[in-house]
């Protein structure tokens, strides 16, 4: 738990995958008194939230091909994943944070934040377009959001 700001300190990156956490519901985690981890230590397992607290720098990626690349079942992990019972804690994201996790915060990481990561002119225009606003829709139909469209360096290259 005292680790948690020193990754903002030494300008340590986070690579979290949601849907391996206790609420990502991908990998069942059993009761948690069945767990190896002692109830003091499942209380800091995959704390996405708290180290964005702490100042870190959080990057998700689904880690293709332990799981699905689809990347909206991922987000809607981070976003609502599983209730869990004591001694679990809730880490799960704002949408705007998992956004930012899969996107501006990767280019970063890159060293591509003055490239790509962000709807700005001048950058890459490599876009996802969604059948749906996610931002409007139930977060638990997250992981039901298709590609409407997808343009790759400011050229449409697929539309469905």
Do not use: C
Request: charge should be negative; glycine fraction near 8%.
């Amino acid at each position: 738990p005292s680790d948690l700001p020193r990754f903002a300190e030494l300008g340590a990156v986070a690579s979290m995958q949601p849907l391996h956490g206790p609420g990502g519901g991908f990998f069942d985690y059993g009761d948690p008194s069945d767990s190896f981890l002692r109830p003091e230590e499942l209380r800091w397992n995959y704390p996405m939230r708290r180290l964005m607290e702490a100042g870190a720098t959080v990057v998700l990626n689904t880690d293709w091909p332990v799981v699905p690349i689809d990347v909206m079942p991922s987000i809607q992990a981070a976003v609502v994943g599983k209730t869990l019972p004591e001694p679990w804690v809730d880490d799960r994201l704002t949408l705007r944070q998992a956004l930012a996790g899969y996107t501006r915060d990767n280019a970063w990481v890159e060293f591509n934040e003055d490239r790509k990561g962000r709807l700005r002119a001048g950058m890459m225009a490599d876009i996802v377009i969604l059948d749906r606003d996610i931002e409007a829709a139930p977060l638990e139909e997250l992981d039901q959001a298709q590609p409407a469209a997808t343009i790759v360096g400011g050229q449409f290259v697929y539309q469905a």
